[in-house]
């Protein structure tokens, strides 16, 4: 808690916001309580620091006194001594605000979730003091200095474009002019490798100087700008109506803000998505380059669903990454949110639930710090994902709980409808059958009133695993077969295959072990589009 009050030190912050610093997701019935009596013991350890408003409580710091705050006027007063030319002057307060850090704020506290924004901008505001520093260190004739700091920060953060420039322009400026080409040369590969994008134009302007090459003018223009968000706008506007004829298409990427637009579905939508592939997650890595953020993650969340389709994972997750850079670059919170979110079911499909867990989590923090509780409530249903895939069904039937209570107070039958059907798979291993047969009755009304057949087959399937528990295989039978048709109909050429392999099994042993809705929500060990009922259930 004390933590938390000094990364907003003067901000009034009520009791709840603590909630999910001191238990994350899972807060005990005894919260507001506990929380009373932590507060009581820290407004007495703090001597009247503590001060309690109408809104919340308030720490009250002197100036001088806390050291991020120290750091922030001395960044102050360094930019403005560079801006005044005194570079030498510059160079030394910039020199006392950064030997006030001691590797990460409070690295000896375990972050929770909440404090990750706060945090990264602490540390992105170190990074650029460092990058700062080192273009002052040129200036001043410093080179070995610029580039010994460069290289270590590179180092740290290879996938910050600019540090690259400067290391290539302190290069140059010590006579190293085949060195500074190599820079380029090694940054191309890396932004290849890791993004599959080209550097931006400003490098480029670089390596062309290096090379002494006419400068051409910047291709990003305003107007340039401006026709490349249109044509992002219209290639979303695209890609949403062709996915909205894949069978899962009513859980997509959820796309935060009004629709770009409105337009009809191309003739053949999987061929026209197959075509046109390629050229789409290069309009992403183009947008992300010249700055559209918004444009960017907004397009590769569209595409998320064919690329959950047809299983091209490597693809999703690159270009996922692209517009998650792009919006942390852009301070796109939105975007941010929603990525990671995106590369919280690419982890379940590699089975790195460490990884699912952290972009979950920082997901549903960030959504919640934006007032979107539906994003929110779908972040938790990935939580609830993960819980249940660790082995954990008690913590994820709580979470799945609390993602249907949420979704449905924000009026989402389709992502209520998962979350109920989620449910009911964790109750049906805890043996809890009466609780798994009201959460699909109520997840089937859901499915059958907004014309969801693809939520509603799996519904169905999953009423058979627990005609099971019920010895019920006439039930379980018809169950099934209700499925089968359902997945026939809208072309679910996996969802087929695993319910006739289910009825089968039924047929032949009359003990089936008939794969649940459960094991398809985990595609990464096999099966074909249908298996993505994980990603494509959000």
């Known amino acids: 808690m004390l933590a938390t009050f000094l990364l907003t030190p003067g901000e009034q912050l009520p009791l709840d916001r603590f909630v999910d610093v001191v238990w994350g997701a899972q807060p005990p019935k005894s919260a507001s309580a506990n929380l009373y009596s932590y507060v009581t013991v820290l407004r007495r350890a703090l001597h009247g620091r ?42 030394t307060v910039y020199d006392r605000a950064l030997k006030l850090w001691r590797g990460e704020p409070l690295a000896d506290i375990k ?11 602490l540390i992105d505001t170190r990074l650029d003091a460092l990058e700062e520093r080192a273009v002052l260190y040129v200036h001043n004739g410093q080179h070995s200095d610029a580039i010994s700091e460069l290289r270590g920060l590179i180092a740290e953060h290879p996938l910050r474009e600019s540090l690259w420039r400067q290391l290539m322009t302190a290069q140059s400026s010590a006579g190293q002019r085949a060195e500074a080409i190599d820079t380029y040369a090694k940054l191309r590969s890396t932004l290849a490798d890791e993004l599959g994008i080209e550097p931006s134009e400003e490098s480029q302007q670089v390596h062309r100087r290096l090379l002494g090459a006419p400068t051409a003018r910047a291709r990003h223009t305003d107007v340039r700008t401006a026709e490349l968000r249109r044509i992002c706008a219209d290639k979303q506007a695209l890609v949403e109506a062709a996915v909205a004829r894949l069978p899962a298409s009513q859980f997509a990427m959820t796309i935060m803000g009004p629709s770009v637009k409105t337009v009809p579905a191309p003739p053949e939508p999987l061929t026209w998505l197959a075509d046109n592939c390629d050229d789409i997650m290069a309009l992403v890595r183009q947008a992300a380059t010249a700055g559209l953020a918004s444009s960017a993650w907004r397009l590769s969340a569209a595409l998320v669903p064919y690329l959950d389709f047809k299983i091209r994972l490597d693809d999703w997750r690159r270009c996922a990454r692209i517009a998650l850079v792009a ?43 934006l007032g979107n509780e539906r994003e929110a409530a779908l972040a938790v249903c990935g939580l609830g994902a993960v819980a249940r895939f660790t082995g954990d069904n008690a913590e994820a039937a709580s979470l799945f709980r609390d993602a249907a209570e949420q979704l449905r107070s924000a009026a989402d039958p389709f992502g209520e409808a998962y979350a109920r059907w989620a449910l009911a798979g964790s109750f049906i291993s805890l043996d809890n059958t009466a609780g798994a047969k009201t959460e699909l009755d109520r997840a089937l009304q859901l499915a059958i009133d907004s014309k969801d057949r693809h939520r509603e087959a799996h519904v169905r399937q999953r009423f058979a695993d627990l005609h099971r528990c019920w010895s019920d295989e006439a039930a379980a039978i018809a169950s099934l077969e209700q499925a089968l048709e359902i997945f026939v109909e809208i072309h679910d050429d996996a969802g087929v295959a695993e319910v006739k392999a289910s009825l089968r099994d039924l047929g032949a ?11 398809r929500e985990r595609p990464c060990n096999g099966g074909g589009p249908g298996s993505t009922g994980f990603t494509t259930g959000f």
């Open 50 to 91: 503590l001060n309690r408003l109408r809104s919340g409580y308030v720490l009250h710091v002197k100036p001088g006194e806390l050291d991020v705050q120290v750091f922030t006027d001395l960044l102050a007063q360094a930019r403005h001594d560079a801006s005044q030319g005194h570079i030498a002057e510059s160079i």
């Open 111 to 121: 972050g929770p979730p909440p404090w990750i924004p706060y945090i990264q901008r």
């Open 327 to 369: 919006a942390r670059k852009c301070g796109d919170t939105e975007g941010e949110a929603t990525m990671l979110r995106g590369l919280g079911q690419w982890h379940i499909y590699t089975d790195d639930f460490d990884g699912a867990n952290e972009c979950f989590d920082v997901a549903r923090v960030l959504a919640r710090a």
């Open 509 to 519: 042993t009359g003990h089936s072990r008939a794969a649940s809705g459960g094991d």
